[in-house]
C-alpha cells in the first residue's frame, strides 16, 4: 500500500471554521445549522460547514454586483493575467487540493490530482485565451436614405452580470472552474453554490483567486442545501444561472428561473448514455473502451455510459473478459494511489444503488458481475455488470449515476442507431468501429450533443460540450460559452 500522508496545509484547513467566502475574506456563515463534511471512504466527519441565511444570501448578492462593476473597468488583458495567475496557483497548490477533493467526494487520489487540479488549470488557461478576443461585428443595413443621410451597425458581446454557478458532488473543483472561468472572462463575477457533500475545494481556491488579483466580490462562494441555490436564482440581483447536476433537478432549476424574472441558464444535465460496438472491434479493444466509458470514478460522470449494446454474436464472451478484468481491479482506499476503485461520493448514493440492484432482481435481468453494496465502512459499492431483457428495463432508461453497465445484444446497425436513441435524454454517446465509413454514415443519425468515437468520456477545452432533448440547454467549452455568458447589443448609427 502507498498511502498518502495528509499536507499540514489540509489538516490545518479542515480544523478550520467554513461557511463562505464573501467579498475577499474566508466567514463563518450565521444561519446556525452546520452541515457535516463526510469523508465516504470510512465514513468520518471531516469538517463542518455553516448554511447561509436568509440575509447572508442577500449580502452575497451585494458583494457581487459590488464586484461586477469593479471588474467591468478590468481590461480584458488584465482578466486574462488574473486567470493565468490563478491556473499557476492551481498547480502550485496541487496536492493540497486534490488531497482534500479526495477526502471530501472518494475520488482515488490520482484521478483528484490529474483531472480536479490538472485539468482544471488547463481549462483556467483556455479560457484566459479568450479574454482579448470576445468581439462584435459591424454591419452596414439597407435602410433607404431619403435626404442624403446614412446608416452604419455594430454589435457588442456585453456580460450578462452576476452569475450563480451550481456545482454538483461529482467533480467539484472542475466543474467549478468551468463556471468561474466562463464567468470572469466575459466580465461578470460569479457566486458559486457547491454540493453540501463537496464544499471544501471551492472554499480554498476562492482564497486563492484572491493572491491571483481577483478584487473582492468578483467571485464569491456560499454553501447550503438546495434552498440556498433556490434564493440565489430567485433573488432580484442575480442575472444568470450555470447549472450541472441531475435531469430533475436542472429541470426544477430553469423552471425557477424562467418564473422568478426570466433568468438566464445554462443547464448541463445527465442522461443515460450509450456506447455501441460494432463486431469489428476485437473483444480486448471493447473491454477496455467499456472500463473507459463506465467505471472511471464509479462511474460518477455525467457523461458516463451506462447502456452498452453489443452485437448478439459477441456478448457472451464480452462479458466474459469484462467480468475476468473487474475481478482484477484493487479496490481501496482513495488515499492509496495503487487504488483502482474507491467508494461512490455519499451514503444516500450508495443506498440509491443498492436499490437500483433490488429493482434490476425484481425484474429479472441477469446480474453477471457485482450488484451489492460492499460491506466495509464507507460508500463502496461493487462495479456491476446487468444483462437487460428488453429496452424497458428500469436500469436502461433511468440514471444510476454509477459504476453499473448495463448490456443488451443487438442484430443490425439500424437496430443499434434505433437503440442508441430510444431515450429521452441526449448528452453523450459513444461508438466502436474500426470501420470508419460506416462511423461518418452513423454519426448524423445518432442524437446527442457530444458523440465519440473510439473513445469516450475525456472532454478538451476547445471543443463544445452540452446536450439534447432533456439533457440541457447551451454549451460550455470552445467560444460556444461566450453566447450563454453575454448579451448581444446592437447598436444603430444615423449620420
Not at 459591424?138 to 435626404?147: D, K, L
Not at 468561474?180 to 471551492?202: Q, R, Y
Not at 446497425?413 to 436513441?421: A, R, W
Not at 448528452?427 to 457530444?450: C, F
Request: glycine share 10%; charged share 15%.
Amino acid at each position: 500500500m502507498a498511502y498518502v500522508s495528509l499536507l499540514p496545509s489540509v489538516q490545518a484547513f479542515l480544523r478550520q471554521p467554513h461557511g463562505m467566502f464573501l467579498h475577499g475574506c474566508s466567514v463563518s456563515a450565521k444561519g446556525g445549522k452546520l452541515l457535516p463534511v463526510v469523508n465516504p471512504a470510512d465514513g468520518q466527519t471531516i469538517a463542518h460547514v455553516g448554511q447561509a441565511s436568509g440575509a447572508e444570501v442577500d449580502a452575497v448578492v451585494e458583494s457581487s454586483r459590488q464586484g461586477f462593476k469593479s471588474w467591468g473597468l478590468v481590461t480584458p488583458a488584465q482578466r486574462s493575467a488574473v486567470l493565468f495567475n490563478l491556473a499557476d496557483l492551481l498547480e502550485a497548490h496541487g496536492e493540497e487540493l486534490a488531497q482534500l477533493e479526495t477526502l471530501q467526494s472518494g475520488k482515488l487520489i490520482n484521478i483528484s490530482r490529474a483531472f480536479e487540479v490538472g485539468q482544471a488549470a488547463n481549462f483556467l488557461r483556455y479560457y484566459a485565451g479568450w479574454a482579448t478576443k470576445i468581439t462584435g461585428e459591424t454591419i452596414t443595413p439597407s435602410i433607404p436614405s431619403f435626404n442624403g443621410e446614412r446608416y452604419t451597425a455594430f454589435t457588442l458581446r456585453e456580460p450578462v452580470g452576476v452569475v450563480v454557478g451550481i456545482v454538483p458532488w461529482n467533480f467539484s473543483t472542475m466543474i467549478a472552474i468551468w463556471k468561474v472561468a466562463s464567468a470572469l472572462v466575459t466580465g461578470c463575477s460569479v457566486i458559486i453554490k457547491p454540493s453540501e457533500f463537496t464544499p471544501l475545494t471551492i472554499l480554498r481556491i476562492a482564497e486563492l483567486a484572491m493572491d491571483a488579483g481577483l478584487p473582492p466580490g468578483v467571485l464569491n462562494v456560499v454553501c447550503g442545501d438546495g434552498s440556498v441555490g433556490k434564493a440565489l436564482i430567485d433573488h432580484p440581483g442575480t442575472n444568470k444561472v450555470s447549472f450541472t447536476g441531475s435531469v430533475p433537478t436542472g429541470i426544477a432549476v430553469g423552471a425557477s428561473a424562467m418564473q422568478a424574472k426570466l433568468t438566464r441558464a445554462t443547464l448541463e444535465l445527465g442522461g443515460k448514455n450509450a456506447a455501441g460496438f460494432l463486431p469489428d472491434v476485437s473483444l480486448e479493444k471493447a473491454v477496455s473502451g467499456i472500463i473507459e466509458a463506465g467505471f472511471l470514478h464509479s462511474g460518477q460522470i455525467c457523461a458516463a455510459a451506462e447502456r452498452f449494446y453489443v452485437h448478439r454474436s459477441q456478448i457472451d464472451p464480452l462479458l466474459d473478459q469484462l467480468v475476468t478484468r473487474l475481478k482484477t481491479l484493487k479496490i481501496g482506499s482513495p488515499l492509496d494511489d495503487t487504488s483502482e476503485f474507491g467508494p461512490v461520493t455519499n451514503a444516500q448514493h450508495q443506498q440509491k444503488l443498492a436499490h437500483y440492484f433490488a429493482q434490476s432482481r425484481a425484474q429479472n435481468n441477469t446480474i453477471v458481475y457485482g450488484g451489492n453494496v460492499i460491506d466495509r465502512p464507507g460508500c463502496y459499492v461493487e462495479p456491476t455488470v446487468i444483462l437487460a431483457n428488453s429496452a424497458s428495463d428500469t436500469l436502461m432508461t433511468e440514471e444510476t449515476f454509477g459504476p453499473v453497465a448495463t448490456f443488451l445484444p443487438y442484430d443490425d446497425e439500424d437496430e443499434l442507431v434505433s437503440l442508441m436513441n430510444d431515450s429521452p435524454y441526449g448528452l453523450s454517446a459513444s461508438l466502436w468501429t474500426n470501420d470508419l465509413a460506416k462511423a461518418l454514415r452513423m454519426i448524423p443519425e445518432i442524437q446527442v450533443g457530444t458523440l465519440w468515437v473510439n473513445m469516450h468520456t475525456l472532454l478538451d477545452p476547445a471543443v463544445p460540450f452540452g446536450g439534447v432533448k432533456s439533457s440541457g440547454m447551451g454549451r460550455e467549452f470552445g467560444g460556444a460559452f461566450i453566447e450563454d455568458f453575454t448579451e448581444l447589443k446592437s447598436v444603430m448609427i444615423r449620420y
